[in-house]
């Protein structure tokens, strides 16, 4: 028995194939890589039955995580995040069997502290000690956060928009920090210079193929904790679209191992905002990859992408499972938001709230079945985007002041 | 097979029995109720090792918590927190053994979660329509998200210098929100003027009988998460101490269940800020209840409590367990609170922080010893104080702008 059935890396353009002891980045074709396992051994030597009792992290699923020497594993007890139904929201929108899948409830407050588990993990395992990321804020304060306990450098670029907790989180980490006055694109070039200029690890968004190996265990415990079974519509909030790629890619792997039945995959929806929404218009257009968007907006910060790296692996996997992309207004995803808070007691991220108005916009489409099984994937928490509740007349009492006195 | 295996509530001071089925407070005498279970029932019909394979959340511990009707139970998925190890800085401060219990993994980010799903289910249960409650502003936050989910009215009263984001999730959830230019106490009065003039249910700090059983879960977790072994020592940030006084309930029931062996409890310890120590103060003169503490300060807004209602409960737990009182400084906490992030990648909270400050001082007062297995309590996470963290000379890029160049 093997800690990990880690094989090699992948390019899922041109085929070529690297190793996976040695620092990788991007293929020579440019495109990202992705990790291949034994999954037929995996199949001989673990039964989906094993995990219940395992360890409650992501980690429970590590024969099919990169890590291969469990003493590089850097974790702050992140996964097996809530499955919650949101039965009078579900009943409201006419969607029965709605259900949230809560990423606040993790380290650091959201999804992205997967991808640093698993990406910093594997950096300290193929011997990094320097890495340098942009980010739209929460990605930077997860790998600043891992990297500290993994005692790597780390240097995050963010757009000076970007939410101002995360400024916090990396700051006390440690990291390096630096502001743009620009967006995550402009982060990005920036971090490229520096790569390029001292050759220290890029941990941008699909540069290196593990981040969404920590992304894609969403995929592999929405269907543990629906006992094995898929659910029929999964809605992601698509910025960079590594969790819906890595969702897929759990899919496709679950199906290898014989762990969900080989007959249907969940309809996999992009969501975006309306200020921003590549991956929809190019899968309206029947395209295969997107286009940069121009002047991009949104209230949805961790979405606002204008040309995700992945589109294409993004796009293929909505073709592929016969879902969708669909583009929601500011103005409802934060009503959403509010209303999720007041009918179910969930503060979610505005991102995640996009979500769950565009199961709304998909029902009333028919899209949506009212027989379907659908997840919401709320990507973080609402307090890490406090400016997204505005506050109005709250009374300011003296001691001993009744109140309505 | 019940559900609960609740019994009675009974009066800690003058031993009244009232019944769980009705809406009770305090008891006649003034003291705070606790929720007796019917043990020996529990130990003949359920097995410690049936727990490991139910639902990761503490409604696992369903037999001994007051629900009796599963329907009623409101939860976001809240308890199995992670107890992690802290080695790297363990072995620094000379506790080999030193983990981090971190409730910021967890709904709204806080252990206050706890009280509130429990308390807010038995509520729902004996059929509270509408509750009021005074608040440092966690606690505030969680009973407002969780009386929204039950569809219960709350009334929140927090002073003007809690948390700010604690009002974002007040407001989000719907409920009412006052503020007042004052102290937790000074809120208290006002709920007190509410309860008296409108006769709603007082969901203040043990004044309502339930939330000290949500509490202590922890007690629970950590002992199953040690596989039914208790450490040696347990640090816990107190201000109203209900954790506290919840973890040594759970130890005391774990004894009477034959889940733990009967020999040994760990040495429960009080931590308090310098700037408000009423229960340390009253330990160091040896005395079983505490006084107002005048003109209280700290940096760790969530234990600055002049005086707890359950104060002689906190100081019991401490002299039965052999455990003791420590103050900690503000500059100490916060300076604790940036090594913890810097060397293990956890963003705790300054209450949390505080207790490994404790920590490391009684490991040099020799009171904790060298093979003692330690828990620290984080009791939230850092990113609900973000001005905990202070930002300096963070350099801002124009796009196109290099790193150093």
């Not at 969403?218 to 006992?227: A, D, F, K, R, T």
Request: aromatic letters at 6%; a negative charge; one cysteine or more.
């Amino acid at each position: 028995m093997e800690f990990s059935y880690i094989s090699h890396l992948e390019c899922p353009k041109c085929h070529e194939t690297y190793s996976e002891n040695e620092i990788n980045q991007l293929c020579k074709c440019g495109s990202p890589l992705l990790v291949r396992y034994r999954l037929h051994d995996v199949k001989a030597n673990v039964q989906k039955e094993d995990i219940a009792s395992r360890e409650n992290s992501l980690w429970r699923y590590h024969e099919v995580l990169p890590v291969k020497d469990q003493a590089n594993i850097v974790s702050l007890g992140e996964g097996m995040t809530p499955l919650v139904p949101l039965e009078k929201l579900g009943k409201k929108i006419d969607v029965p069997q709605l259900y949230l899948k809560d990423e606040g409830v993790i380290p650091t407050g959201t999804f992205k502290t997967r991808g640093a588990s698993v990406g910093v993990s594997k950096a300290k395992e193929i011997g990094v000690k320097q890495l340098a990321m942009p980010t739209n804020g929460n990605a930077g304060s997860a790998w600043a956060l891992y990297s500290a306990k993994a005692d790597i450098k780390a240097t995050i670029v963010m757009p000076k928009d970007a939410p101002k907790i995360t400024r916090k989180e990396v700051a006390v980490a440690g990291a390096e920090l630096y502001l743009v006055d620009g967006l995550i694109s402009d982060a990005g070039k920036i971090v490229g210079g520096l790569i390029e200029k001292e050759g220290i690890y890029d941990a941008s968004t699909l540069k290196e193929p593990y981040r969404i190996e920590g992304k894609k265990t969403m995929g592999y415990e929405i269907v543990e904790q629906l006992n094995w079974e898929v659910p029929d519509v999964i809605l992601y909030p698509t910025g960079g679209g590594v969790g819906l790629i890595g969702i897929y890619k759990a899919l496709l792997e679950l199906k290898e191992l014989g762990w969900i039945s080989a007959d249907k995959l969940p309809r996999l929806v992009a969501v975006q905002a309306e200020g921003c929404a590549p991956i929809v218009k190019a899968w309206q257009e029947g395209k295969r990859e997107s286009e940069f968007w121009e002047n991009s907006e949104t209230a949805a910060f961790g979405i606002n992408v204008p040309k995700a790296i992945g589109d294409f692996l993004v796009l293929e996997a909505i073709y592929e499972t016969n879902g969708c992309g669909v583009a929601v207004s500011d103005e409802d995803l934060l009503q959403v938001q509010k209303e999720v808070a007041m009918t179910e007691g969930n503060f979610i991220c505005p991102e995640g709230a996009a979500t769950v108005a565009a199961a709304q916009m998909l029902r009333q489409q028919n899209w949506i079945k009212e027989s379907d099984k659908v997840i919401c994937l709320n990507t973080g928490q609402g307090i890490k985007y406090p400016d997204s509740v505005s506050l109005e007349n709250i009374p300011l009492l003296q001691p001993n002041q009744p109140i309505n006195g």
